[in-house]
């Protein structure tokens, strides 16, 4: 039952979804009468509505132009705000007039807008190690008297479906934060400092993975451009326009393969002096994944829960450009479907964020893919050159090929019948080696076991050091589902266990 009171209390809202927050009030209630809100020591203000006029996505000179933080940086990124995401630019103008809007130091940033969703991110961690302003719909949150662990124990909880339950407010399918939601939104400051640098550190390790994940792909990219500039033979690049035989051999009449820009990057990898090889002649096959339609595999039970004997959908929309899986989903179907193996390597083949890519490093149980994705593979299963291969793909998508290989429209395929005409170069064992250890280390060994509240950060950070793209994001999800549970017990008033297993 509900009571008139209760509804008073809740706005008068008496849709299905405001009616939730009446159970859900009860539990706040029961927590605000044990401890302080810790919202109360954090200063907050709104982003400015800079003129959409003044916004370059592209500019050569990008030296009068500061970067643009807008709600999508903060949703794209989950824990980390870095440079190599997508910004608009603002013109430096504003650099005394919107001073007040310039970001330069650490703060946590929270959007104002957000979807029915609450799996979906709404804050990030700006570090500071870059200049940006502030757009509008973000509110910026400090400290007013800084206290490091309770500042990663805030953004921690800011994470939290209990968090995002009382900041996206009571709306319809695009909730928008108002006022009235931020006044109420509770966040439980707790006095057992053990727990709170517990949660401290699990977010500052889980922020340094994903920095380090990211300083890791720049790395590979780094590293296949100075080996391909540093071997050129002594051939000269010189831009010509396509002769009739060109255009005839390779079956295309659009200008993508034509242009300067694509020839440059080609005549690099074809003037490497070891040379280079189609992806047939490094011993890959191709195979779209499979068409997960009803008419192709039957009734099936699509879930975001793992189920007995259900299959792991790894989908290209799932992946991230740096080869890590976002999320997955699960398909249970009683029929026999294919499924991937160790070292086959899934490339998203359709739409606009098309090349992204990931190789299977594990063998996994019922692991499956869908027909947007392309999935290459080999006969003897070599993880090193499965991952080799991602980072030259990975290299040309950076470089902008990989939408030129593409053709038609709603961004583009990459068909089959095109890979031919890829060129891999024919890097040395040691520097293919070299550069897959920046993606997958086996000799990184997470020492969960040795792991206390006094050495975490420092052990972590030195398996860090050595660990590979796929090390870093594995072990970063594994603290994940400990902070979620402890955070959990937090909301629901329960001891909190203090364990990095």
Aim: hydrophobic share 35%.
């Amino acid at each position: 039952m509900v009571s008139y009171n209760e509804i008073l209390a809740n706005d008068y809202v008496l849709s299905k979804d405001g009616l939730k927050w009446i159970e859900f009030n009860k539990s706040i209630n029961s927590l605000r009468e044990k401890y302080p809100n810790i919202l109360e020591d954090f200063k907050s203000y709104d982003g400015y509505a800079f003129p959409s006029s003044d916004y370059v996505t592209r500019f050569d000179d990008l030296k009068k132009k500061v970067k643009l933080l807008q709600i999508g940086n903060v949703n794209d990124s989950e824990w980390v705000i870095t440079e190599t995401q997508k910004f608009e630019y603002v013109p430096d103008k504003y650099i005394q007039s919107k001073k007040r809007y310039l970001l330069t130091n650490p703060c946590i940033l929270i959007s104002l807008t957000g979807g029915s969703e609450t799996d979906n991110d709404i804050t990030s961690y700006f570090d500071g190690s870059f200049s940006a302003f502030l757009n509008q719909r973000v509110s910026v949150l400090t400290m007013k008297e800084y206290s490091e662990d309770y500042f990663f124990y805030f953004y921690a909880l800011t994470k939290s479906k209990y968090f995002k339950e009382q900041w996206l407010g009571k709306g319809g399918i695009q909730k928008n934060t108002v006022s009235s939601d931020r006044a109420k939104t509770y966040l439980p400051k707790i006095s057992n400092q053990k727990v709170v640098r517990f949660i401290s550190i699990l977010t500052q390790a889980i922020i340094k993975k994903e920095q380090s994940i990211k300083e890791r792909y720049i790395n590979i990219l780094s590293l296949i451009e100075q080996e391909l500039l540093n071997n050129q033979k002594s051939n000269t690049f010189k831009f010509e326009l396509p002769t009739i035989n060109e255009i005839e051999n390779t079956g295309r009449l659009d200008t993508n393969l034509y242009r300067e820009h694509f020839k440059q990057i080609v005549f690099q990898i074809q003037n490497y002096t070891k040379g280079f090889q189609t992806i047939h002649e490094l011993g890959f096959s191709l195979s779209r994944g499979q068409n997960l339609q009803v008419s192709n595999i039957g009734d099936s039970v699509y879930s975001k829960k793992k189920y007995k004997n259900f299959y792991t959908l790894m989908l290209p929309k799932f992946l991230s450009k740096y080869g890590t899986v976002d999320k997955v989903e699960y398909l249970g179907n009683p029929n026999s479907l294919k499924t991937l193996k160790k070292g086959d390597l899934i490339f998203g083949a359709e739409g606009f964020e098309k090349g992204r890519s990931i190789v299977i490093i594990e063998e996994q149980d019922r692991v499956i893919t869908n027909i947007h994705g392309i999935t290459l593979q080999q006969e003897e299963h070599n993880v090193n050159k499965a991952i080799f291969v991602k980072c030259c793909l990975d290299y040309l998508r950076s470089k902008g090929l990989i939408d030129l290989y593409a053709v038609g429209g709603n961004g583009g395929s990459l068909a089959q019948k095109y890979w031919d005409i890829i060129p891999f170069p024919n890097f040395p064992e040691p520097k293919q080696k070299e550069i897959a250890l920046l993606y997958h280390n086996p000799e990184s060994i997470y020492q969960t076991e040795t792991f206390t509240l006094d050495n975490f950060l420092e052990q972590d950070n030195a398996f860090n050091e050595t660990a590979g793209i796929y090390e870093l994001d594995k072990t970063g999800k594994q603290l994940k589902e400990i902070l979620n549970k402890a955070i959990d017990d937090i909301a629901n008033d329960k001891d909190v266990e203090i364990c990095f297993k």
